[in-house]
């Protein structure tokens, strides 16, 4: 046989390799998708499972009766309840800052948030957004954790509204994170963001968190919480599915 018949032959059997290959491959992943999903199209399936899950209300993840004691330690004055209503109404004002493409959230806040709510502005400014039908399920608290300088606090929230984006109209059932700081130490801190916690009475710093009467003046204090917690984030949660052993990720969005 001539050099051109054994190239030919050898493309033939690369190509015969290939295709075999490629229905080997389709076969194991339609018998994958038959198997977990019930139906071959594995794509379309999870398609209509992320549909589903956008659809679908979700339960936030709350840690209340085991952060709440340690919250009430460090700020026994705090009204959590009113603190919950704070992180829904600034959920509901992000929202309307990107209907308004301006932020409206005249809350305390750090920054961070400005900066993001910001840039996110940018991102959709030559398109329509808007939120209808907000409907906030529940809030809890989600996580608390402090250091020398700054403690953290972050409520989660499941809620359900209607998003019209660019002619575009779908249900979505959210949970959604806002976190808020507040720092009492400024001596690790740098930037604008700090907050000093100081004696109204006499102006001497406050050493810590809790504290009732000033350790120079012997003053007595107030809570002054209400005041010095910062709205620092917003971000919402992303959806997990199983899929045989392993755990997939459908959906994740930084706001």
């Known amino acids: 046989m001539g050099p051109i018949i054994i190239i030919l032959i050898l493309v033939l059997i690369i190509l015969l390799i290939l295709i075999v290959g490629f229905f080997y491959i389709k076969s194991k992943i339609s018998s994958f998708s038959m198997r977990w999903f019930g139906s ?4 379309n399936e999870l398609k ?3 549909q589903e899950l956008e659809e679908e209300p979700k339960t936030p993840y ?8 340690e919250i009430s330690k460090d700020f026994p004055n705090m009204n959590l309840n009113e603190m919950k209503k704070v992180a829904e109404e600034n959920i509901i004002s992000y929202f309307k800052s990107l209907e308004e493409k301006k932020y409206m959230i005249n809350n305390n806040c750090s920054d961070l948030i400005k900066d993001k709510i910001a840039k996110k502005i940018d991102e959709i400014r030559s398109k329509s957004i808007s939120f209808e039908s907000i409907d906030i399920h529940k809030t809890v608290i989600n996580q608390y954790s402090k250091d020398d300088s700054i403690c953290k606090l972050v409520f989660q929230t499941a809620l359900g509204y209607r998003e019209t984006f660019d002619g575009k109209s779908n249900l979505r059932e959210e949970r959604m994170n806002t976190e808020f700081i507040y720092i009492y130490d400024t001596k690790n801190i740098s930037g604008n963001d700090s907050i000093s916690l100081k004696c109204p009475n006499c102006g001497a710093p406050i050493p810590g968190l809790g504290h009732k ?3 120079y003046c012997k003053a007595g204090l107030i809570d002054l919480a209400p005041k010095t917690w910062k709205l620092n984030d917003i971000s919402k949660i992303g959806w997990f599915i199983w899929v045989g052993t392993h755990l997939a990720l459908l959906r994740y969005q930084e706001l």
């Open 40 to 43: 071959k199209d594995i794509i």
């Open 48 to 50: 209509n499972r992320k």
């Open 62 to 69: 709350g840690m209340d009766n085991l952060l709440l004691p």
């Open 213 to 215: 009467i000033c350790p």
